[in-house]
């Protein structure tokens, strides 16, 4: 048995240190702070910062970014996959626990002047522009410039210290691939790179074999077998790793799509406790938080979008200028290019039938037809009005302020907000009500001197009522006797509001929309800039309203989450 490389590594380095005592007594190992920034998972949080080198070969240190001190961290506490990621950034190449394969070789291995050490097998033929050439076991071709060199010693290694298993395999097929009538060879070669891992290969082999020679297949019956469960074994390895590796970068949408993997394709692999306890519920609650942070985070653009949709959006009337219902309705876009519009079907229990979300088919009305769409054909889904008579004109203001502030109306902006975060999401609109309603509600800890709370994921946005701060509840315009245009002297604020610009008329929406959907944290009363705070205006010997306050001398302001 060889040792494992690692402490081959830790060896060699120990002599090289030796080595350069002796030289130099005086000094010791400086410390070089590696410029490139590296992300380290420390207790479950991805922390980015700098390595600083050398490492030794218990310990680590790390320059945080967010603080600047330099910790110093165990290897033992870095779990293997995160473990063997840290080392290559402090220039230690582990190859783990992997089996040793191959013919033995030659490697080499440079001290870097940055601290940094890389071993490798040498491709003197590749050398280029005063780069020396190198098979690592992660690249297949590494560049060092000689001008990094520190020192260069060469070390006797095997195969599988730089090649992969994939890669060995493929020399061995090139300098004798075994014949199409040789079952020998290829029962040869199905042994061989099982010894190297390649489970898959060596099950493609057996089974040339037992093609070429029938008596082979009762001979090798438990060598195949021994094959495919070792196989299945790999697979789920390779993909429990994945869904280590997406959990540590915080990547929890695709840990849960390992994971279910792992769940239904190995269900009773005798891993299985690795990633049934701690690993799936971090899994679990990262989904969960990720989500809660998609919601919160969707909710203000969400918003932002219905209120201007709703602004633009036209009502119906008929030439007496009277509101013709709506006749609510969807319209589904299909992959094949289709639009089909008609009102949605109800069940019987009084539920819609089938919402087209996730993947359900979805059941419209059609004139006197019934259309069952299926959910794969579904591309998109909106609401559109079916009613096609009368003339289109703007929405009032009235109707707008209604939509923005009645929180409870089901076809309101909370209401359209929250179900369109969940067809988005693919998550039930209680859940995202839910999570919504308590974003700011938070929960603290206090234990063994530390006081923790729980993280929160609203921002703080601004809204600016600005010429339209006389409708905030609870202003009153001012009086008004003068006669003028209509626009300043109206206290009738749909009268006000047609007047207004896109741009005054959407502030004043998203200004109503962050009292009441959303919360308002500061209230900003800045003095009118038109009257200097006044309310009024002198023209001559009258008084006249302030045309941009209507009177009442402040404009609002205000930041909302
Ligand atoms: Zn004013």
């Known amino acids: 048995m060889r040792p494992p490389a690692v402490i081959l590594t830790v060896f060699a380095w120990l002599a090289l240190s030796a080595a350069a005592g002796e030289d130099n007594p005086a000094p010791p190992a400086e410390d070089r702070i590696d410029p490139t920034e590296a992300v380290i998972i420390l207790g479950g949080e991805p922390t980015p910062g700098w390595p600083v080198l050398p490492a030794s070969e218990t310990e680590y240190r790390f320059k945080l970014k967010l603080t600047g001190d330099i910790v110093a961290l165990r290897w033992l506490d870095l779990d293997d996959y995160e473990r063997a990621r840290v080392q290559k950034l402090y220039g230690i190449e582990t190859r783990g626990a992997q089996r040793v394969f191959g013919e033995k070789i030659t490697g080499t291995r440079y001290l870097l002047k940055n601290g940094k050490r890389i071993a490798g097998y040498r491709l003197p033929e590749r050398d280029w522009a005063a780069q020396k050439a190198l098979k690592t076991a992660t690249a297949p071709v590494l560049y060092i410039p000689e001008s990094d060199i520190e020192t260069e010693e060469t070390f ?13 395999y493929q020399q061995w097929l090139l300098a004798k691939p075994p014949g199409p009538n040789d079952a020998a060879a290829h029962f040869a070669m199905a042994q061989k790179v099982s010894n190297i891992g390649l489970f898959d290969k060596a099950i493609d082999h057996l089974k040339m074999a037992t093609v070429i020679d029938p008596g082979m297949e009762e001979r090798n019956k438990d060598f195949f077998a ?10 789920t390895l390779d993909l429990y790793q994945r869904m280590l590796l997406a959990k540590n970068s915080g990547d929890f949408g695709s840990a849960f799509d390992f994971l279910g993997q792992l769940d239904r394709n190995f269900p009773n692999s005798d891993f299985k406790t690795r990633w049934d306890g701690d690993v799936r519920r971090e899994i679990e609650v990262g989904m969960k938080t990720a989500t809660i942070k998609r919601v919160i985070q969707m909710s203000y653009s969400v918003a932002a979008d ?17 509101v013709i219902p709506s006749i609510p309705g969807k319209q589904v876009a299909t992959r094949a290019g289709h639009i089909l519009r008609g009102t949605l079907e109800i069940a019987d229990d009084g539920s819609s039938a089938g919402t087209g979300a996730a993947g359900t088919d979805l059941v419209l009305r059609i004139g006197e037809v019934k259309v069952t769409i299926s959910g794969r054909d579904i591309v998109s889904i909106r609401d559109v009005d079916l009613a096609t008579s009368g003339k289109e004109i703007p929405r009032a203001f009235d109707d707008l302020k209604d939509y923005v502030t009645d929180t409870g109306r089901p076809d309101g902006l909370k209401a359209q907000m929250i179900a369109r975060i969940a067809q988005t999401l693919r998550e039930p609109e209680t859940k995202v009500k839910e999570i919504f309603n308590s974003r700011l509600a938070r929960e603290a800890t206090y234990k063994d001197g530390v006081y923790k709370v729980s993280p929160t994921y609203v921002t703080l946005h601004d809204a600016w009522y600005g010429s339209g701060s006389w409708l905030r509840d609870g202003s009153r315009p001012g009086n008004q006797k003068r006669a003028g245009h209509v626009a300043d002297t109206t206290d009738d604020p749909n009268v006000w509001w047609r007047f207004q610009s896109t741009e005054t008329q959407l502030a004043v929406l998203r200004s109503m929309a962050a009292e009441k959907v959303f919360k308002r944290k500061d209230l900003y009363k800045l003095p009118c800039p038109n009257c200097a705070g006044h309310g009024y205006l002198r023209a001559g010997l009258e008084r006249i309203r302030c045309p941009l306050c209507r009177g009442i001398g402040v404009l609002f302001k205000m930041t909302y989450q």
């Open 156 to 168: 006797e290694a095997y195969q599988s210290d730089f090649f992969s298993p994939m890669e060995v």
């Open 226 to 235: 021994t094959l495919v469960q070792e196989d299945a074994k790999r697979r």
């Open 306 to 322: 219905l209120v201007q949709q709703r602004l633009f959006s036209k009502v119906r009337v008929d030439d007496k200028g009277n």
